[in-house]
């Protein structure tokens, strides 16, 4: 049995970052025209209410002893960091891969979501040791982080991308998505492309001063070879009609007290960590992981009223987490008068009052001799 510490999940997931200075100069970000525009909106259902609404039963869980004393202090790794050009943003995604990957494996535990099957990460250094590559992807395009499920499919879950805050700010995006254009939108436009090419809807961008979350939406290419389900788009694939719901998380996350980082203020924070780990959550539910036609998306604080027959009850369940919560049974449909001439009219018109049906069959032609009537109706 495994040792349970007094740590749960979400402290390990919600605590004070230091301060990271940006001395980067402003340059411009990649471009290439061919790349996808999406329509962006604000992600608003990506807050902390709907988090702790549908998955706080497992953060709230107590973590084994193992993983606790191996989560890496924060300012041991950012002490005395400055971003001073467009490498260092690196070193964020890649304290994302050590701190979140491994509590999202566990999570995976927990759950019982696609037992047998391994989560491979990895994501692009700063010294170019290791590089993060789609495989199978045309190419090899490179990213900056990778997640995806080591199935037959390799199906991924989720794609990274790094940028400093000189260079680009998700707030300046979602403060008039509608007219956003130019420099705030080449990195999701290059995301929509990496997205697309690796056949999931989920992406994120980090700086130093926030992580953007991204889900896409898209028509699937028409062409006769196209597979909406598949995981590696070819380049003649087009995807059209893009769009992106846009959600930014602040990376300092201020804890007053010790009592935030454990207690109920823990509750109403989201941090950097938290977001990441909720969307690789998302995408590790089956049926809301693939890149979709914007109107199929489901929205993520979506439930349903299910009746569990075993036990007899009514419980609402989450979309994407399952969780289930009690609920009331569902109100009777209320009695509408049925239109003249459908089937139900018949049904209600036979009767005693109703019209005599039987006027329309010739008596002459029923033969009810030895017919026994006897328990047809009550004496």
Sequence with gaps: MESLSATTLRDALVRQKPFVPCTSRRTGNTKYAPWPEPNIRVWSEFNIQTLNDSYGHVLDTALPRYLVDNLTTPADVFKNMTVSDDKAPLHFIGWNDATVMPLVKWSMQQMGLHTGTALFHRYTDAQGTTVAKLPQAPNKLTVDHLVYLQNSHRDT???GLGRTSTKWRGVAAMRNPGDARGENTWPIRQLANLCARSGTRYGYIQTDEELAVCCFGAKPP???????????????DKWDDWSVSLMVVPWNTELCGSGDASGGGARRILTTELALWWLCMLALSDGHRPLVETKEIVAIDSWERVYLHKERRWVRRHRYSSCEVPADPPPPSAYETPEPGNAATLAADVGANGQNWFDLIDP?????????????WPV
Excluded: E
């Design 157 to 159: 879950l989720v794609v």
């Design 222 to 236: 028409t062409s006769d070879k196209a597979d909406t389900g598949a995981r590696w788009q070819q380049p003649d």
């Design 364 to 376: 002459a032609t029923i033969d009810i001799t030895g017919a026994n009537f006897d328990g047809m």
